[in-house]
């Protein structure tokens, strides 16, 4: 087999499940973590319909992502006197099945560690490619060639600016910033014990709630592009307490608590537009590198597939990455579209007074359950080959 060592930067969802697949296909693989240990906890993720479910129980994994699973929550908004206003089932955030990210990364991180290398606390810091290979210097470790790179290291992808450019041609703000954080000690067994609905609070432009498993805090707000605003919490703190002022409801007490909790996070909300093309020279994008859109609700299940797909292609070409990437190009193209029609801040912190009475009036009526049917739907817009048998038979 042609191109034997991977370099995978990102050892979250994406990179793990592609380590899975690479390392059960005969590939030698190393993961680069910037992280200095596996990442714990972090937001509720979910898979839906018959495809993601397909890729779960090839990997195994199923009944531990089932056993592990968060449990659905409600979101329920409320006015500032406590009143209900609308409810957003747990079953249009949730899914099938939820879980927590950390919890996820840690089930892939648990079948992989034993086949694959993985290096945390470190960094690509440059990608020289080559006729036969490319060399990869780091942060910390040796330079070192590998055959193919893959960065599966977020919407924020270093190794996508390295081989494909500065990330403003590519990364997408949507208007919106968004904020989570959890009460200390939150995590998959508080979800599960506690069993949490999650309330929530609309001024135009913002919404606030607590609660449930995406996170104790979740905050989202209307906003232009702000430099420096993934810099240091206790500026992002104070500029949540500013947000968030004059809101009613329990949010003055949420934002009492702010520096008391744990993973804080503020982040845009922001969408990744590759022109259908995740491959460039031997350098490959996966996951939300490739085509995030935070809060798009088809992040993980997109990234899992993806790695499937990837691996699988790369598996039946016999490492021949020029023939894989065209075909994984070509498939994700169509299917990453999920990915790019939505922006939660829209419609989780319509902009006037207007748009969250529509919006409350759109969560209760029939076209909101048909649209949690499309989520299912375009979920499994996918012809999945089954790479594992094909490559049994060929062995
Ligand atoms: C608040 C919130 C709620 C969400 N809810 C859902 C949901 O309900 N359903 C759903 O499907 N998805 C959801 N998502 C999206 C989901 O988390 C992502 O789509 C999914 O995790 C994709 O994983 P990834 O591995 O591609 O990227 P990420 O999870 O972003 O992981 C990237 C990894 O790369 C590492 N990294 C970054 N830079 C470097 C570097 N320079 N060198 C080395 N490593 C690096 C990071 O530390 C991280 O471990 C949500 C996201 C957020 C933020």
Redesign the pocket.
């Known amino acids: 087999m042609r191109n034997q060592t991977v370099l995978i930067?990102?050892?979250?969802?994406?990179?793990p499940a592609l380590a899975y697949w690479l390392n059960r296909y005969g590939f030698d693989v190393t993961v680069?973590?910037?992280?200095p240990t596996l990442?714990p906890g972090g937001?509720?993720?979910?898979f839906k319909g018959r495809t993601h479910r397909t890729v779960l129980e090839r990997m195994g994994i199923w009944p531990d992502v089932v056993r592990r699973q968060t449990g659905k929550f409600d979101t329920v908004y409320l006015d500032a006197a406590g009143r209900e206003l609308a409810v957003m089932s747990g079953e249009f955030?949730g899914g099938d099945v939820e879980i927590l990210?950390g919890e996820l990364t840690a089930i892939l991180y648990e079948r992989t560690v034993a086949g694959c290398e993985y290096r945390f606390g470190d960094?690509?810091t440059a990608l020289t490619e080559t006729a036969d290979g490319v060399r990869a210097e780091f942060e910390h470790g040796a330079d070192q060639t590998f055959d193919l790179v893959v960065a599966?290291?977020?919407?924020?992808?270093?190794v996508r600016r390295l081989a494909f450019g500065p990330e403003r041609d590519y990364v997408h703000h949507l208007g919106y910033y968004?904020c989570?954080a959890g009460a200390p000690g939150w995590g998959h067994d508080a979800a599960r014990r506690e069993r949490l609905t999650a309330h929530a609070w609309n001024a135009p432009g913002r919404m606030a709630a607590r609660g449930g498993s995406?996170?104790s805090h979740?905050y989202l707000f209307a906003s232009p592009e702000l430099t420096g605003a993934r810099g240091d919490v206790a500026t992002q703190q104070r500029l949540i307490a500013r947000e968030f002022a004059g809101m009613g409801g329990e949010v003055p007490s949420m934002l009492a608590e702010l520096d008391r909790l744990d993973g804080f996070y503020l982040d845009a909300i922001a969408q990744v537009q590759m022109d259908g093309r995740y491959t460039s020279g031997r350098v490959a994008l996966?996951?939300?590198?490739g085509y995030?859109n935070?809060?798009g609700?088809?992040?993980?299940?997109l990234?899992v597939v993806g790695a499937y797909v990837l691996a699988g292609e790369l598996a039946v070409a016999d490492g021949d990455h020029t023939t894989a990437y065209t075909r994984y190009d070509e498939i994700m193209r169509r299917y990453a579209k999920i990915a790019g029609h939505s922006n939660a801040g829209r419609f989780m912190a319509p902009k006037t007074a207007w748009g969250i009475r529509a919006r409350n009036w759109f969560l209760g009526s029939r076209a909101f359950s048909l649209m949690t049917k499309y989520g299912d739907k375009a979920a499994n817009d996918i012809d999945l080959t089954d790479y594992p048998a094909l490559v049994e038979a060929r062995a």
Not at 9 to 15: D, K, M, R, T, V
């Open positions: 930067s990102g050892a979250s969802i994406a990179g680069v973590e910037k992280a990442r937001q509720a993720v979910d955030t990210r960094s690509i599966a290291d977020g919407i924020h992808s270093r968004y989570v995406k996170g979740l996966l996951g939300d590198a995030g935070t809060l609700g088809f992040g993980t299940g990234a």
